[in-house]
């Protein structure tokens, strides 16, 4: 069993910066290199980490044995690449999301990185909000009955965006519904199954030369409903918002951000499915308003509905997004290791994570209409 685990870096960008210093709250890990083809931003993630600087040099990079997992945090059309050089240098690796602009690619390293026997999974960190693991054991449990339909939307800032970045390029970026799509797919398959592209349109903005796309929706059907997916980058920071629902037979659950901290669940409970609910969540602290008497009944989908309590429980997460995002951070890290260490360990995403959720993404962009 190996106590420490060295970690390399390519691209030190903010937000690579911010998983760094996540992934030292992880007893054991050490941040051993990074490298970029900024030179400026790898020095100046050298100075602050106090590690090597490969400047703009991967190959020598990828040759340092001290590193044993790389963590890849480069735009898009670049994973595929990087990726494939550090499992065939044998390295781990943990990229950021998409795991690359095609699925076909995806799979190819999947199978790369398992010939090897090495980790390889993509930074799909949603799953280790405990508000995600609390939303699975509701809709599992049924205790709000059969899900209906549900949506994601994302009213988020384009302010940091300047027209000349990346995000903005689908050659680079793979489009919204990819760049950032992944995430809440995932999310939602995990909580659904696996769902198809039924319906997908991407809006140009207006007046922009060349002509890009700022808005995405994809509709996908899982067994038992819908689920619209809105992707908007056009607001200003301070408007930046998102919500997701899912509605049931019995009640609806709300999440509140991208990274969830706020969550809403509102329904109908029996006194037996209500201490569940409880038990479920009692971890949280949360405000429980009851808005009804005891033993009522409704009809819903022609059928009877008895319960005894029409009740609300609001939560928010105190730690923040930030600080929500820095633990799911080092969960997925820890999550991720414990399997290098011991394989019968059972990760709560793998490399089947980083295939489904580009497959659904690619089946999106595929299908999309373009509208002005």
């Given amino acids: 069993m190996k106590n420490e685990l060295g970690i390399g870096i390519i691209g030190a960008g903010g937000f690579a910066a911010f998983a760094a210093k996540a992934f030292l709250l992880v007893p054991g890990i050490k941040i051993i290199a990074v490298t970029d083809i900024n030179e400026k931003a790898a020095l100046q993630m050298g100075n602050e980490l106090k590690i090597k600087v490969y400047n703009n040099n991967y190959e020598e990079f990828l040759q340092d044995n001290s590193i044993d997992l790389v963590y890849i945090a480069t735009p898009p059309f670049l994973h595929y690449e990087q990726t494939k050089k550090a499992l065939l240098a044998g390295r781990h690796v943990i990229c950021e999301k998409p795991a690359a602009l095609k699925t076909i690619e995806a799979e190819e390293l999947q199978m790369l990185a398992r010939s090897l026997q090495l980790l390889y999974v993509v930074n799909l960190m949603q799953r280790y909000n405990p508000l995600y693991a609390i939303v699975r054991r509701i809709i599992d449990e049924k205790i709000l ?5 549900g949506f994601f939307e994302n009213y988020a800032s384009d302010e940091n965006l300047k027209k000349e970045h990346w995000f903005w390029e689908e050659k680079k970026s793979g489009g919204i519904l990819i760049e950032h799509g992944v995430h809440f797919f995932d999310m939602f398959s995990g909580w659904l199954g696996k769902g198809k592209v039924i319906n997908a349109i991407r ?4 007046g922009v030369d060349p002509e ?7 509709t996908v059907l899982y067994r038992d409903g819908i689920v619209n997916f809105y992707h908007g ?3 200003p920071m301070v408007l930046d918002r998102q919500e997701m629902r899912l509605a049931f037979e019995k009640g609806e659950i709300t999440l509140y951000g991208w990274i969830p901290v706020q969550m809403k669940v509102h329904g109908l409970f029996l006194e037996k499915d209500l201490m569940r ?4 969540m009692s971890e949280l602290t949360f405000m429980a308003n009851n808005e009804s008497p ?8 022609f059928t009877n509905i008895v319960y005894d309590h029409h009740i609300t429980f609001d939560y928010e997460d105190k730690l923040g997004k930030q600080g929500r995002y820095r633990e799911m951070l080092s969960a997925m890290l820890q999550d991720q290791w ?5 394989r019968q360990h059972v990760r709560v995403i793998d490399d089947n994570n980083a295939v489904e959720s580009i497959r659904v993404a690619e089946q999106a962009t595929s299908i999309a209409q373009y509208y002005n």
């Fill in 203 to 206: 809006l140009r903005r207006p």
């Fill in 212 to 218: 890009l796309v700022d808005r995405a929706q994809a």
């Fill in 145 to 149: 009955g059969n899900f209906v339909h």
């Fill in 277 to 280: 609910l409880r038990e479920i």
């Fill in 294 to 301: 005891v033993n009522q009944k409704v009809v819903g989908r």
């Fill in 233 to 235: 980058f056009d607001q």
């Fill in 338 to 342: 414990d399997w290098t260490r011991d």
